[in-house]
């Protein structure tokens, strides 16, 4: 059955990395013939391309995405362009995130405390973590191209 698939761009070959470069995967395309691909990246929008990149950190009130060069906050665009992807596609079976990113990465996305001691290695980033909010089922490019029932 063809599904609707949110994916992370850079995966697709889009040059929207932090370094303008890709994460083009030969073997995801292949599995995801015949499905609609809607793609998505919420650093690219927010902050263009090449950009610093940003680290997800633990805060009382919840998971922040801070810039590795000024410290400053950024989660607010990503959580809003999130949200406005999630308003505009209503209609997704399935979120294909970027592993280890701090905005894609669906169980994967490293999370440090403010002194920048790593505390965890499988959280979700700021996009996936709305769409896992919303119900969406989400995996991982990895997990997803090692699972032969999704
Ligand atoms: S992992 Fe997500 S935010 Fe980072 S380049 Fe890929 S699509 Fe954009």
């Not at 990465?105 to 505390?119: H, M, R």
Request: proline share 3%; aromatic share 8%.
């Amino acid at each position: 059955m063809t599904k609707n698939v949110a994916i992370s761009a850079c995966l697709l070959g889009n040059k929207c990395r932090y370094d303008a470069k890709d994460n083009k995967n030969e073997d995801l395309l292949e599995k995801l013939e015949g499905h609609t691909l809607i793609s998505f990246c919420p650093e690219e929008h927010a902050f263009g391309t090449p950009r610093p990149t940003m680290d997800l950190v633990a805060y009382e009130e919840g998971n922040k995405a801070i810039s590795n060069e000024s410290g400053v906050d950024l989660s607010a665009p990503v959580q809003t362009y999130a949200q406005n992807f999630f308003d505009t596609h209503t209609n997704i079976d399935l979120f294909i995130g970027k592993d280890r990113s701090p905005s894609c990465g669906v169980c994967s996305a490293k999370l440090y405390d403010k002194e920048k001691n790593l505390l965890s290695t499988n959280e979700a980033g700021l996009m996936a973590k709305e769409a896992l909010e919303r119900g969406i089922v989400c995996v991982d490019a990895e997990a997803y191209l090692s699972l032969s029932w999704l």
